[in-house]
């Protein structure tokens, strides 16, 4: 007799599409035999293994009417997605074990718990970061919202059955702040993040040219890739590329990079244009502040240095960040106790990376060892232009990306799914 699994429904309370840990979850579940039902908005789609399983279904949620006072809204969006958000619950089928991720905690972690306890379920949260520490950054710490959303999240997360959480900080945070024992999942990256070659760079490179015209010179050839009797190579004389995904939120000062940028632009206009190529630099990803940058962009008069700025489909997403020579993370984290999945994606594809030194970068990246950090503008400019020195041929930078890279190979050994049945499976159980 084949042993019936329990029903799992995870809550994100956000764009399911922009919720990679949570359809790793979802992903992870649904290969031991587990149903899901996932409940959250569809701005954007989610993963093609999440649309193609027979065993995960998705509920998306009505977008919030805007009301024109800003405290009424917040109310009014607190009481919408409420019921909202209660009517899918009990729509689906029920759920055995229900996992919510935090943030946002109001009105999820209320709404999930009582809903939880009413049925008998497990309840299960999934700590990315403090959703009072993110309020503060537009109110204030003192502000009565924020203090009401701190009180939820001790009080229901010492409700929980279990917790999952993102760092080590996070979990001794979580104990000492509010008694609260969880257990630390690092995010991995699946296996679509990965090197690719030279031959998938150039047909990615080819395709996203078709979209963005100042990729292409000819029409078999990129301005970084050329094909030769059949075989693609690397152009000699050819711009750095460099990448960057954000979800432009407070937490991501973007003036940083562009302040470097200009540094940048700056040192080949002083008369460096011999030792430093032209610059490439890719910003993917959506987010409320996307339109404030846009128009910064806009107002640069770089000569050497082209930005651009694409929304990315997920299996595009993986495939520029391995194509790129360079990345870039901006993320400081309101809390300053979770860590950016952009860079673990980022490591999985093999990229050096440059990230915003923070209290517990260091449980990710290693400055020196497995990348670099920086901590301003000058940090992050210095460190852009000593690595396209001379490029490509600065036998130095070499010989550091090889010692980076046989890092990284740790972490490309523990994927998602393996650390997940490691680490998080017994909680399902």
């Known amino acids: 007799m084949v042993e019936e699994k329990e029903n799992v429904c995870i809550v994100v ?16 579940l649904a290969k031991n035999g587990h149903k899901v039902d996932i409940l959250g908005y569809g701005e954007s789609e989610p993963l093609i293994e999440i649309k193609l399983s027979p065993s995960i279904y998705y ?36 759920p055995h074990i229900l996992m919510v991720q935090n943030p946002p905690a109001i009105p999820s972690l209320i709404i999930c718990w009582l809903f939880a306890k009413i ?14 520490s993110i309020m503060a950054l537009s109110l204030s710490k003192k502000h009565i919202l924020v203090r009401l959303t701190e009180k939820c999240e001790s009080f229901i997360g010492k409700k929980a059955d279990y917790n999952f959480c993102v760092t080590n900080e996070m979990k001794d945070d979580l104990l000492i702040r509010w008694g609260i024992k969880a257990t630390t999942l690092y995010d991995r990256p699946p296996l679509i993040f990965k090197p690719i070659s030279l031959k998938d760079k150039h047909e990615f490179l080819i395709r996203l040219g078709q979209t963005y015209n100042v990729l292409l010179d000819g029409p078999n050839s990129t301005i970084f890739t050329e094909l030769i009797d059949n075989e693609v190579k690397l152009k000699r004389s050819r711009p750095a590329f460099i990448v960057s995904s ?20 700056n040192e080949i206009v002083n008369g460096n244009l011999h030792r430093l190529p032209t610059l490439i630099c890719f910003i993917t990803g959506k987010g409320p502040m996307k339109q404030y940058y846009m128009e910064k962009i806009a107002r640069q008069h770089w000569k050497h240095i082209q930005v651009i700025t694409p929304w990315l489909d997920f299996k595009d997403y993986p495939l520029i960040l391995a194509s790129a020579d360079l990345g870039v993370c901006l993320h400081t984290s309101s809390s300053g106790l979770d860590l950016p999945m952009k860079v673990v994606d980022m490591f999985g594809c093999c990229l050096p990376v440059l990230a915003y030194d923070f209290k517990c970068l260091h449980e990710l990246v290693i400055d020196g060892k497995n990348g670099y950090t920086f901590k301003n503008s000058e940090n992050l400019s210095a460190r852009i232009i000593s690595w396209f020195e001379n490029f490509p041929i600065n036998e130095k930078n070499l010989e ?3 010692k980076f890279k046989s890092e990284l190979e740790t972490i490309q050994s523990l994927r998602w799914e393996e650390n997940w049945e490691k680490v998080a499976y017994s909680a399902f159980h």
């Open 400 to 402: 550091t990306e090889k």
């Open 119 to 132: 049925i008998g379920a497990k309840f299960i949260i999934d700590w990315h970061n403090y959703a009072h």
């Open 246 to 265: 954000t979800s432009w939120t407070e937490d991501e000062d973007f003036s940083i990079l562009f302040d470097s940028l200009q540094e940048y632009e």
């Open 59 to 94: 509920h998306f949620m009505v977008p919030v009417p805007q009301v024109p006072i800003k405290f009424l809204n917040y109310a009014f969006k607190t009481v919408f997605q409420a019921i909202n958000l209660l009517f899918l619950l009990i729509s689906i089928r029920s």
């Open 13 to 28: 309370l956000g764009d399911i599409g922009r919720s990679p840990r949570m359809q790793y979850h979802s992903l992870s």
